[in-house]
C-alpha cells in the first residue's frame, strides 16, 4: 500500500497547547486537593477513620439479688433462652432480595426450627416499615424476614428470632448447633421474684431505661433496649448498688460490624451487690393476710364494702429496722420481668384503688388522734396542766372562731368522740379515752379552765420533734412529706388568717394535719424509744457475689428529744425566743449545707433558744399509751394479750373525692379512716405496728385487731425461731 | 511491513503502560481485602493483563492505516452491538451494558470509544481542507451521535459524555473556529437545562448528592464518596503502608477495586505514592501526545491525540470523583482500576499509539 505520508499534521500550533495547559491546571489542581486532604487537614479524617474501625463492646454486670432479713430470696435471676440466628454463619449465600431463592441446607434449618419454636418459616409483608419497626422479641415476622432484615443491617451480629424458649427446646437446639452452623441459644438473665406480690411494694419491678434518662445510664455504662433499671421499690432505690459496672473491651471492627480484634485491655464488669433486707417475709405474709381476712369479714359484714385499702408497717423501734411493709392492694411484680405489658399495665393504671401506689409512705392522711400523743408531750413539756389536772368533759363545749386579735368570734360546737362525755379527765385519762374535748381545752385553751392553750406554734414544735411534717428518707421511691400545717403557711396557700378553731382540730390531727402511715408509725416508735428517733431502713447489708457482707447497716440515731434541744421556745406573746450572739446580735439559721436559711416570704430565719422534752413527760406518755391498751380505747381488742403493750387508736374524719361524690362531707356524716398504732413489749419494746385502714370508720374496732395480729405473729415466729436456734438476731 | 524498525518504538510509553497494569494488579489484590466473592478477580486481571501485553504488541506491528479500511465495518458491527443490547441487553445494576460471550463479558460502549476515535480521526484527516464550517462540523456530530445515542439510551452517561468530548477534542484540535464555540457554549448550556428532566432517577440523585449533601447521611447516599475522603486522608505522607489501610481492609471504603482504587492506593501509600503514580499517567498521556504531534499524518496524530484525551478525560473524571470535586460517575482509573474492557480498549489504543510512533517521519536522517 502506499500512503500520502506528507500531509500537514494539525497538531503542531496553539490549539495543542492549551491542551497541555488543561492538562496542566486539572492535574495542579488536583495536586493541591490530594495535599489538603492528605497532608493539611488529615487529622479530622484519620478521626473519623478510627471512629470507624473501633467500637465498645459493653459487658453487662449480673445484678444483686434482693433478699430478707433471714436469706429468703425476694429477687433474682434465672436464665431465660433466646433462639439466635447469625446471618453470616449460615451455611451458603444469603439472597439479596427478600424473594431470592434460600440455599437448601438454610432452607432445611428454618424448616426444623419452625417445628422447634412455632414461628413460621414465611410470614408478614416486607416494607420500609416493618423493617424500621422490627424489633426482637416482639414481631409477627417469619425466620426468613428476620433473617433478612438481619443479614442487611448486622449480619454478625446474633439476632433474636424466638424469644423465652423453654429449657428443652433450647438443650435440643444447643445440641443441634453444630450442624446448624449460625444458630444458637442465647441465655439472657430475666429477674425472678419469688415472693411477687406479697413483696412487691417494696421490691418494686425492672424495666427498660426510659428515653429521658438515656444519656444519664449511658454515662453509667449501661446500655439501652439491653440494660434494665429498677421502676419502683428498692430495685429503684438501690439501682446503682444492684446493678454493679458493666465490663467494657474496646475492639476493631470492619464494615459489617464483625469483630477483627480486642483493643487494650478488658475492663471486667463489676457484678452488683446482693441486698438483704431487714424485712422479715413471713411477718410480711402475717400482715398482708390480717388484712385481706380483715378487709373481707368487715366487707363482707357491712351493706357495702368499706374499704379496699390498707397499710400495715412493724419496725423495730430501737434499731429502726422495718420488719414488714403491706400496702394492699398492690401489683405482681413477676408479670414485668420480661417487658411490662401494656393491657395489665393501664389495668393497674385505671383500678380507682391504685394498687401502684404505696400507701405506706406516698399516700397523705389525716393521722386524727394517732397526733394527740405530739399534743399530750407538748401540754406537760410547756407546763399547760399537770398531770394530775382534772378538766371537764360534757360532750360538746362551744368555743369562739375568731380569724384575728379582737375578733368577736362566731361560737362553734365542738364535740367529743362520746356524746354523753368523759366526765372529769386528767392526763392519763385523757390519752386512754382519748377525750377530744380535753385535747381541744389544753390544745387551744378555755376559759379559766385552761387560761393559755398549748397553741398551734408549740404544738407543730413537738410535731416535727416526732418527725411529723418531712419524709423519713427510707429507701423507697415516691415518699411523702405530709404535713404540720402553721399560720404562716394557712395564709401562704389557703390565703386565710389561722383561725382559733384550726387550733383546736390541728391539735386532735384532723384539719389540715397530713401525715404518711410510715410517719405515724415513727412519731409512736420515738417515744417508745425514750424519745431517740431512728432512721428507718430497709437495707440490713450489703453482699458480693461471693456472699462476705461489704457494708453492714448500723442502727442510726438521728436525733433524741430528751437530749437534742429541737423544741423553739415562746414568750407569753407566742413570739419565738431568740439565741442572741455575744454582742446581742441576731443569729441567721444555717441548713446542713452551711447556707444561710430564709423563710417562705424570703426573710432571713433566725436562731432561736430551744429546748429539749423531758424524760418524765415521755414516761408518762407511756403510761397514756399502756392505758389505752389496759382502759381505754383499745381494751376490747387487745384483751387477753399475752404480751403487755401500748398503742393509740385514731378514727380521722376526713373528705376527699371519693367521699364528696357519695355526698358524704357535711358534718355528723363524715366518713373516717381507722388508724391503730402500738408497741410491744410494754417494758422493752420490740415490734411497733401500725395499721391504716382507709374508710375504716373506727380505730379500736377495724385497725387494732390487725395490730394485735401482727405483734403475736412476730411473737410466735420468734418463739420458733429461738425454739429451733435459727434465729440470727432477734430485732 | 517492511523496512520496520523497533527504533522508534515507545519503550518509555510501554515500560510505564506495563508498569501500572502490574501495580494495578498488586493494588486490586489489597482492595479486595479478603472479600471471597473477589478473590477470583486478581486472576482474570492478570489474565487481562498479559492478554493486554500481546495485544499492544500486535496493534503496534499493524500499520495503522490499515484500520482505516475497517472503519466502515467496525462501525456498523458496533452500532448493531449497542442497537441489540439496548432492545435485549441484560439488565445489570440497572443498566444494560454487557454482551455474555462464553463466560467473558463484552462491553460494547468501550469498544464504542475506539471506533469513535478512528472514525473521527478519518474524518476530520480527510477533511482536513474543507471549509470549517457548520456543515463540516454537523457531519462529524452526526457521525459522533450514531454511536453515542445509543450509549446514552442504555443508559450509560459517563460513556456518553466520554465519546462527547472526544468529539470536541477532535473538533478543536481539528480548527473549531471560535465563533462556533461560543455558539456551542450557549447551545450547551440549553440542552443541559432541557436534558436534565430525561435523566434517569439515579443520574439525577447523584447529580443532586453531589451538588447538594445531606449532612445528615452517614450512612446515606453520600457514604461511599464520604468514606473515599476519610480513606484518602488516613494516608498522610507516606501512607498506612500496603495492605495495610484500615478503611480498605476492613471494607469501609465500597468499590475499592474499582472506581475508588485511587482513594485505595492514596491510603496505602499516602502522598508520595499517589503522586507518583499520577505522575506515571500523566507520563502516558504526555508520551501519547508526543506521539501525535511526532506522527507522519494526520488520521495517525488524530489517532493518538485521541487515545490521549481519552486517557486524560478518564484519570482526571476518576480522580476529580475520588477527591469529591465531580459527581459519582463510574468510570474507572485507566491501567490500574479492575476491568477486562476497560483494560483492552486502553491497551488497544496504546499499540495504535506505538503503531504511529513506530511509522514516524523522524527528522533526523
Given at each position: 500500500m502506499n500512503f500520502p505520508d506528507t500531509e500537514k499534521n494539525p497538531l503542531r500550533n496553539w490549539r495543542f497547547l492549551i491542551i497541555y495547559v488543561a492538562i496542566a491546571v486539572v492535574f495542579g489542581f488536583f495536586l493541591f486537593r490530594l495535599f489538603s486532604l492528605q497532608i493539611i487537614n488529615s487529622g479530622d479524617l484519620v478521626a473519623q477513620a478510627i471512629e470507624n474501625r473501633t467500637d465498645v463492646i459493653n459487658i453487662a454486670a449480673p445484678r444483686g439479688t434482693i433478699t430478707d432479713r433471714n436469706g429468703y430470696v425476694l429477687a433474682r435471676n434465672v436464665p431465660s433462652y433466646n433462639l439466635v440466628i447469625t446471618p453470616a454463619n449460615l451455611p451458603g449465600t444469603l439472597p439479596n432480595t427478600i424473594n431470592g431463592a434460600l440455599p437448601g441446607p438454610i432452607q432445611d434449618i428454618y424448616r426444623k426450627l419452625s417445628d422447634l419454636v412455632g414461628i413460621p418459616v414465611s410470614n408478614g409483608m416486607m416494607n420500609e416499615d416493618t423493617v424500621k419497626n422490627f424489633t426482637p422479641c416482639a414481631t409477627d415476622l417469619g425466620i426468613t424476614q428476620i433473617v433478612y432484615i438481619a443479614d442487611t443491617n448486622w449480619p454478625y451480629q446474633a439476632t433474636r428470632i424466638k424469644c423465652n424458649i423453654d429449657e428443652k427446646t433450647a438443650l435440643i437446639i444447643q445440641e443441634k448447633s453444630a450442624d446448624w452452623p449460625g444458630v444458637g441459644v442465647e441465655v439472657d438473665p430475666v429477674r425472678d421474684y419469688p415472693t411477687g406480690w406479697l413483696t412487691s411494694e417494696i421490691i418494686g419491678f425492672l424495666g427498660p431505661i426510659p428515653a429521658g434518662q438515656e444519656d444519664a445510664y449511658t454515662a453509667k455504662k449501661l446500655v439501652s433496649n439491653r440494660d434494665k433499671v429498677g421502676f419502683a421499690g428498692v430495685e429503684a432505690t438501690l439501682q446503682d448498688v444492684l446493678s454493679g459496672t458493666n465490663g467494657e473491651q474496646d475492639v476493631e471492627k470492619d464494615a459489617a460490624g464483625q469483630v477483627m480484634q480486642d483493643i487494650g485491655p478488658l475492663t471486667s464488669p463489676v457484678p452488683g451487690l446482693n441486698v438483704q433486707l431487714t424485712i422479715d417475709t413471713r411477718l410480711q405474709s402475717a400482715a398482708k393476710a390480717a388484712i385481706i381476712h380483715d378487709l373481707d369479714f368487715w366487707n363482707a359484714n357491712s351493706i357495702e364494702p368499706i374499704s379496699t385499702k390498707a397499710v400495715v408497717i412493724a419496725l423495730?423501734?430501737?434499731?429502726?429496722?422495718?420488719l414488714a411493709l403491706a400496702s394492699y392492694p398492690t401489683y405482681e411484680n413477676n408479670r414485668m420481668a420480661r417487658i411490662i405489658p401494656q393491657t395489665y399495665y393501664e389495668q393497674l393504671q385505671s383500678d380507682?384503688?391504685?394498687?401502684?401506689?404505696?400507701?405506706?409512705?406516698?399516700g397523705e392522711f389525716p393521722p386524727g388522734s394517732v397526733y394527740k400523743m405530739a399534743t399530750a408531750l407538748g401540754i406537760l413539756n410547756e407546763g399547760v396542766v399537770t398531770p394530775d389536772y382534772q378538766i371537764e368533759d360534757p360532750g360538746k363545749i362551744t368555743l369562739l372562731q375568731k380569724f384575728y386579735e379582737g375578733d368577736p368570734g362566731i361560737p362553734q360546737d365542738y364535740v367529743c368522740w362520746k356524746p354523753e362525755g368523759h366526765g372529769m379527765v386528767d392526763y392519763l385519762h385523757g390519752i386512754a379515752f382519748s377525750c377530744d374535748v380535753y385535747f381541744y381545752k389544753v390544745g387551744g385553751g378555755y376559759g379559766t379552765e385552761v387560761p393559755k392553750g398549748l397553741g398551734i406554734l408549740r404544738a407543730d414544735e413537738y410535731a416535727k420533734a416526732l418527725g411529723y411534717g418531712k419524709p423519713t428518707g427510707i429507701e423507697l421511691p415516691g415518699e411523702a412529706s405530709g404535713l404540720v400545717p402553721t399560720p404562716d403557711w394557712k395564709r401562704l396557700t389557703i390565703g386565710e388568717n389561722w383561725a382559733t378553731g384550726d387550733t383546736y382540730i390541728a391539735t386532735i390531727g384532723q384539719g389540715y394535719v397530713l401525715a404518711t402511715p410510715l410517719q405515724v408509725l415513727e412519731s409512736i416508735a420515738t417515744i417508745a424509744n425514750d424519745g431517740k428517733y431512728m432512721q428507718p431502713t430497709l437495707v440490713k447489708d450489703y453482699q458480693n457475689s461471693e456472699g462476705n457482707t461489704v457494708q453492714s447497716f448500723q442502727p442510726k440515731q438521728l436525733w433524741d428529744i430528751t437530749k437534742d434541744p429541737m423544741i423553739t421556745e415562746y414568750d407569753a406573746n407566742d413570739q419565738p425566743v431568740y439565741d442572741l450572739d455575744a454582742n446581742g446580735n441576731y443569729q441567721q439559721e444555717v441548713d446542713a449545707n452551711g447556707k444561710p436559711m430564709f423563710d417562705a416570704y424570703g426573710e432571713p430565719i433566725y436562731k432561736t433558744k430551744k429546748k429539749t422534752v423531758a424524760p418524765w413527760v415521755i414516761n408518762l406518755a407511756k403510761e397514756g399509751m399502756r392505758m389505752v391498751v389496759t382502759d381505754g380505747t383499745a381494751e376490747v381488742p387487745f384483751d387477753g394479750m399475752a404480751i403487755q403493750s401500748a398503742g393509740k387508736t385514731g378514727t380521722a374524719e376526713y373528705c376527699d373525692d371519693i367521699a364528696r361524690t357519695k355526698n358524704l362531707c357535711s358534718p355528723g356524716n363524715w366518713p373516717a379512716h381507722a388508724w391503730y398504732v402500738g408497741y410491744a413489749p410494754y417494758d422493752n419494746p420490740e415490734i411497733a405496728v401500725v395499721a391504716f385502714i382507709y374508710n375504716g370508720k373506727e380505730g379500736s374496732l377495724v385497725a387494732a385487731p390487725i395490730v394485735r395480729k401482727v405483734m403475736e405473729a412476730y411473737f410466735e415466729l420468734k418463739k420458733i425461731d429461738t425454739s429451733q436456734g435459727t434465729t440470727s438476731e432477734t430485732p | 511491513m517492511k523496512g520496520l524498525t523497533w527504533r522508534h518504538f515507545d519503550f518509555w510509553l510501554f515500560g510505564v503502560v506495563v508498569f501500572l497494569s502490574i501495580f494495578g494488579i498488586a493494588m486490586i489484590r489489597s482492595a479486595i481485602a479478603g472479600s471471597i466473592g473477589l478473590v477470583d478477580q486478581v486472576n482474570r486481571q492478570m489474565i487481562w493483563v498479559g492478554i493486554g501485553l500481546v495485544v499492544i504488541l500486535l496493534t503496534a506491528v499493524i500499520d495503522y492505516h490499515y484500520w482505516a479500511s475497517l472503519i466502515r465495518p467496525m462501525y456498523l458491527i458496533t452500532f448493531l452491538l449497542l442497537v441489540f443490547i439496548f432492545v435485549a441487553g441484560q439488565a445489570r445494576f440497572g443498566a444494560a451494558r454487557w454482551l455474555e460471550a462464553g463466560s467473558i463479558l463484552i462491553q460494547p460502549s468501550e469498544l464504542g470509544k475506539i471506533v469513535i476515535i478512528l472514525a473521527l480521526a478519518d474524518y476530520f484527516a480527510r477533511n482536513q481542507d474543507k471549509p470549517h464550517d457548520l456543515r463540516w462540523i454537523a457531519r462529524s456530530l452526526l457521525l459522533t451521535g450514531g454511536i453515542a445515542i445509543w450509549v446514552f439510551l442504555q443508559p450509560n452517561l459517563s460513556t456518553t459524555i466520554v465519546i462527547m468530548v472526544l468529539w470536541f477534542s477532535m473538533l478543536w484540535i481539528s480548527g473549531l473556529k471560535l465563533k462556533y464555540l461560543l455558539l456551542f457554549i450557549l447551545l450547551a448550556i440549553v440542552v443541559a437545562g432541557l436534558a436534565y428532566p430525561l435523566l434517569q432517577p439515579y443520574q439525577k440523585a447523584r447529580i443532586a448528592n453531589f451538588l447538594f449533601p445531606d449532612p445528615n447521611a452517614r450512612h446515606g447516599d453520600t457514604y461511599n464518596v464520604d468514606q473515599a475522603l476519610i480513606t484518602i486522608g488516613s494516608g498522610g505522607w507516606f501512607g498506612m503502608g500496603y495492605g495495610h489501610g484500615s478503611q480498605v481492609q476492613l471494607r469501609f471504603l465500597k468499590v475499592r477495586h474499582t472506581d475508588f482504587i485511587f482513594s485505595a492506593m492514596a491510603e496505602e501509600f499516602g502522598f508520595v505514592g499517589t503522586v507518583f503514580i499520577v505522575g506515571l499517567l500523566i507520563f502516558v498521556i504526555l508520551r501519547c501526545l508526543r506521539a501525535g504531534r511526532l506522527a507522519s499524518d494526520t488520521f495517525g496524530g488524530l489517532i493518538a491525540y485521541g487515545f490521549a484525551v481519552l486517557i486524560f478525560f478518564q484519570t482526571a473524571v476518576n480522580i476529580g470523583v475520588n477527591l469529591s470535586l465531580i459527581p459519582v460517575t463510574g468510570l474507572t482509573l485507566p491501567f490500574v482500576s479492575y476491568g477486562g474492557s476497560s483494560l483492552l480498549s486502553l491497551v488497544l489504543g496504546i499499540g495504535m499509539v506505538e503503531s504511529v510512533i513506530l511509522r514516524h517521519k523522524p527528522l533526523d536522517f
Amino acid at each position: 500500500m502506499n500512503f500520502p505520508d506528507t500531509e500537514k499534521n494539525p497538531l503542531r500550533n496553539w490549539r495543542f497547547l492549551i491542551i497541555y495547559v488543561a492538562i496542566a491546571v486539572v492535574f495542579g489542581f488536583f495536586l493541591f486537593r490530594l495535599f489538603s486532604l492528605q497532608i493539611i487537614n488529615s487529622g479530622d479524617l484519620v478521626a473519623q477513620a478510627i471512629e470507624n474501625r473501633t467500637d465498645v463492646i459493653n459487658i453487662a454486670a449480673p445484678r444483686g439479688t434482693i433478699t430478707d432479713r433471714n436469706g429468703y430470696v425476694l429477687a433474682r435471676n434465672v436464665p431465660s433462652y433466646n433462639l439466635v440466628i447469625t446471618p453470616a454463619n449460615l451455611p451458603g449465600t444469603l439472597p439479596n432480595t427478600i424473594n431470592g431463592a434460600l440455599p437448601g441446607p438454610i432452607q432445611d434449618i428454618y424448616r426444623k426450627l419452625s417445628d422447634l419454636v412455632g414461628i413460621p418459616v414465611s410470614n408478614g409483608m416486607m416494607n420500609e416499615d416493618t423493617v424500621k419497626n422490627f424489633t426482637p422479641c416482639a414481631t409477627d415476622l417469619g425466620i426468613t424476614q428476620i433473617v433478612y432484615i438481619a443479614d442487611t443491617n448486622w449480619p454478625y451480629q446474633a439476632t433474636r428470632i424466638k424469644c423465652n424458649i423453654d429449657e428443652k427446646t433450647a438443650l435440643i437446639i444447643q445440641e443441634k448447633s453444630a450442624d446448624w452452623p449460625g444458630v444458637g441459644v442465647e441465655v439472657d438473665p430475666v429477674r425472678d421474684y419469688p415472693t411477687g406480690w406479697l413483696t412487691s411494694e417494696i421490691i418494686g419491678f425492672l424495666g427498660p431505661i426510659p428515653a429521658g434518662q438515656e444519656d444519664a445510664y449511658t454515662a453509667k455504662k449501661l446500655v439501652s433496649n439491653r440494660d434494665k433499671v429498677g421502676f419502683a421499690g428498692v430495685e429503684a432505690t438501690l439501682q446503682d448498688v444492684l446493678s454493679g459496672t458493666n465490663g467494657e473491651q474496646d475492639v476493631e471492627k470492619d464494615a459489617a460490624g464483625q469483630v477483627m480484634q480486642d483493643i487494650g485491655p478488658l475492663t471486667s464488669p463489676v457484678p452488683g451487690l446482693n441486698v438483704q433486707l431487714t424485712i422479715d417475709t413471713r411477718l410480711q405474709s402475717a400482715a398482708k393476710a390480717a388484712i385481706i381476712h380483715d378487709l373481707d369479714f368487715w366487707n363482707a359484714n357491712s351493706i357495702e364494702p368499706i374499704s379496699t385499702k390498707a397499710v400495715v408497717i412493724a419496725l423495730n423501734p430501737k434499731t429502726g429496722e422495718i420488719l414488714a411493709l403491706a400496702s394492699y392492694p398492690t401489683y405482681e411484680n413477676n408479670r414485668m420481668a420480661r417487658i411490662i405489658p401494656q393491657t395489665y399495665y393501664e389495668q393497674l393504671q385505671s383500678d380507682p384503688d391504685k394498687p401502684m401506689f404505696d400507701y405506706a409512705i406516698s399516700g397523705e392522711f389525716p393521722p386524727g388522734s394517732v397526733y394527740k400523743m405530739a399534743t399530750a408531750l407538748g401540754i406537760l413539756n410547756e407546763g399547760v396542766v399537770t398531770p394530775d389536772y382534772q378538766i371537764e368533759d360534757p360532750g360538746k363545749i362551744t368555743l369562739l372562731q375568731k380569724f384575728y386579735e379582737g375578733d368577736p368570734g362566731i361560737p362553734q360546737d365542738y364535740v367529743c368522740w362520746k356524746p354523753e362525755g368523759h366526765g372529769m379527765v386528767d392526763y392519763l385519762h385523757g390519752i386512754a379515752f382519748s377525750c377530744d374535748v380535753y385535747f381541744y381545752k389544753v390544745g387551744g385553751g378555755y376559759g379559766t379552765e385552761v387560761p393559755k392553750g398549748l397553741g398551734i406554734l408549740r404544738a407543730d414544735e413537738y410535731a416535727k420533734a416526732l418527725g411529723y411534717g418531712k419524709p423519713t428518707g427510707i429507701e423507697l421511691p415516691g415518699e411523702a412529706s405530709g404535713l404540720v400545717p402553721t399560720p404562716d403557711w394557712k395564709r401562704l396557700t389557703i390565703g386565710e388568717n389561722w383561725a382559733t378553731g384550726d387550733t383546736y382540730i390541728a391539735t386532735i390531727g384532723q384539719g389540715y394535719v397530713l401525715a404518711t402511715p410510715l410517719q405515724v408509725l415513727e412519731s409512736i416508735a420515738t417515744i417508745a424509744n425514750d424519745g431517740k428517733y431512728m432512721q428507718p431502713t430497709l437495707v440490713k447489708d450489703y453482699q458480693n457475689s461471693e456472699g462476705n457482707t461489704v457494708q453492714s447497716f448500723q442502727p442510726k440515731q438521728l436525733w433524741d428529744i430528751t437530749k437534742d434541744p429541737m423544741i423553739t421556745e415562746y414568750d407569753a406573746n407566742d413570739q419565738p425566743v431568740y439565741d442572741l450572739d455575744a454582742n446581742g446580735n441576731y443569729q441567721q439559721e444555717v441548713d446542713a449545707n452551711g447556707k444561710p436559711m430564709f423563710d417562705a416570704y424570703g426573710e432571713p430565719i433566725y436562731k432561736t433558744k430551744k429546748k429539749t422534752v423531758a424524760p418524765w413527760v415521755i414516761n408518762l406518755a407511756k403510761e397514756g399509751m399502756r392505758m389505752v391498751v389496759t382502759d381505754g380505747t383499745a381494751e376490747v381488742p387487745f384483751d387477753g394479750m399475752a404480751i403487755q403493750s401500748a398503742g393509740k387508736t385514731g378514727t380521722a374524719e376526713y373528705c376527699d373525692d371519693i367521699a364528696r361524690t357519695k355526698n358524704l362531707c357535711s358534718p355528723g356524716n363524715w366518713p373516717a379512716h381507722a388508724w391503730y398504732v402500738g408497741y410491744a413489749p410494754y417494758d422493752n419494746p420490740e415490734i411497733a405496728v401500725v395499721a391504716f385502714i382507709y374508710n375504716g370508720k373506727e380505730g379500736s374496732l377495724v385497725a387494732a385487731p390487725i395490730v394485735r395480729k401482727v405483734m403475736e405473729a412476730y411473737f410466735e415466729l420468734k418463739k420458733i425461731d429461738t425454739s429451733q436456734g435459727t434465729t440470727s438476731e432477734t430485732p | 511491513m517492511k523496512g520496520l524498525t523497533w527504533r522508534h518504538f515507545d519503550f518509555w510509553l510501554f515500560g510505564v503502560v506495563v508498569f501500572l497494569s502490574i501495580f494495578g494488579i498488586a493494588m486490586i489484590r489489597s482492595a479486595i481485602a479478603g472479600s471471597i466473592g473477589l478473590v477470583d478477580q486478581v486472576n482474570r486481571q492478570m489474565i487481562w493483563v498479559g492478554i493486554g501485553l500481546v495485544v499492544i504488541l500486535l496493534t503496534a506491528v499493524i500499520d495503522y492505516h490499515y484500520w482505516a479500511s475497517l472503519i466502515r465495518p467496525m462501525y456498523l458491527i458496533t452500532f448493531l452491538l449497542l442497537v441489540f443490547i439496548f432492545v435485549a441487553g441484560q439488565a445489570r445494576f440497572g443498566a444494560a451494558r454487557w454482551l455474555e460471550a462464553g463466560s467473558i463479558l463484552i462491553q460494547p460502549s468501550e469498544l464504542g470509544k475506539i471506533v469513535i476515535i478512528l472514525a473521527l480521526a478519518d474524518y476530520f484527516a480527510r477533511n482536513q481542507d474543507k471549509p470549517h464550517d457548520l456543515r463540516w462540523i454537523a457531519r462529524s456530530l452526526l457521525l459522533t451521535g450514531g454511536i453515542a445515542i445509543w450509549v446514552f439510551l442504555q443508559p450509560n452517561l459517563s460513556t456518553t459524555i466520554v465519546i462527547m468530548v472526544l468529539w470536541f477534542s477532535m473538533l478543536w484540535i481539528s480548527g473549531l473556529k471560535l465563533k462556533y464555540l461560543l455558539l456551542f457554549i450557549l447551545l450547551a448550556i440549553v440542552v443541559a437545562g432541557l436534558a436534565y428532566p430525561l435523566l434517569q432517577p439515579y443520574q439525577k440523585a447523584r447529580i443532586a448528592n453531589f451538588l447538594f449533601p445531606d449532612p445528615n447521611a452517614r450512612h446515606g447516599d453520600t457514604y461511599n464518596v464520604d468514606q473515599a475522603l476519610i480513606t484518602i486522608g488516613s494516608g498522610g505522607w507516606f501512607g498506612m503502608g500496603y495492605g495495610h489501610g484500615s478503611q480498605v481492609q476492613l471494607r469501609f471504603l465500597k468499590v475499592r477495586h474499582t472506581d475508588f482504587i485511587f482513594s485505595a492506593m492514596a491510603e496505602e501509600f499516602g502522598f508520595v505514592g499517589t503522586v507518583f503514580i499520577v505522575g506515571l499517567l500523566i507520563f502516558v498521556i504526555l508520551r501519547c501526545l508526543r506521539a501525535g504531534r511526532l506522527a507522519s499524518d494526520t488520521f495517525g496524530g488524530l489517532i493518538a491525540y485521541g487515545f490521549a484525551v481519552l486517557i486524560f478525560f478518564q484519570t482526571a473524571v476518576n480522580i476529580g470523583v475520588n477527591l469529591s470535586l465531580i459527581p459519582v460517575t463510574g468510570l474507572t482509573l485507566p491501567f490500574v482500576s479492575y476491568g477486562g474492557s476497560s483494560l483492552l480498549s486502553l491497551v488497544l489504543g496504546i499499540g495504535m499509539v506505538e503503531s504511529v510512533i513506530l511509522r514516524h517521519k523522524p527528522l533526523d536522517f
